[in-house]
């Protein structure tokens, strides 16, 4: 049992180390992870999509519920078996920033077979930016 939870971290650290899922190149742990961790809040509405699509690469239901609306949160997050996402690209936003208190964020999350296409809307509560809903896109 030792041996297989030495495995387990070893690989978790390795994944730290590498690329972060979102997409801008940093290591994990100096970018979606420090979110993550609670170590930092994201700064705009972009800033949590990205960290949000690393926590559904990821499997981090708590991060995502926690940053998912209070009025549109479900009691769970259900992760679609088998799939494998493989990057993210954001295709506009709209506000989103230090200076506003709602913003858009549209984007593109490809997985293997395919890509999800969604413009998600975001809000401050209490000052942290959260998820609030999402317009699938044809």
């Known amino acids: 049992m030792y041996r297989r939870g030495s495995r387990q971290r070893a690989r978790g650290r390795a994944a730290d180390a590498g690329a972060c899922p979102c997409g801008l190149g940093a290591a994990y742990a100096e970018c979606c992870g420090r979110l993550h961790s609670g170590a930092q809040a994201a700064a705009t509405a972009e800033a949590l999509m990205r960290s ?6 990821r499997h981090d239901e708590a991060y995502l519920l ?3 609306h209070p009025r549109t949160r479900p009691p769970r997050v259900e992760f679609e078996p088998g799939i494998r996402w493989t990057g993210l690209e954001i ?3 709209g506000e989103g920033t230090a200076f506003h208190s709602k913003g858009t964020v549209t984007f593109r999350a490809s997985y293997a077979g ?3 296409h969604e413009r998600s809307r975001f809000e401050r ?5 959260v998820y609030v809903d999402g317009e699938f896109i044809e």
């Open 125 to 129: 509560v209490d000052g942290a930016w």
């Open 91 to 93: 295709l506009g936003t």
């Open 52 to 57: 949000r699509y690393c926590a559904f690469v």
């Open 114 to 116: 395919g890509a999800l």
């Open 66 to 68: 926690r940053t998912w």
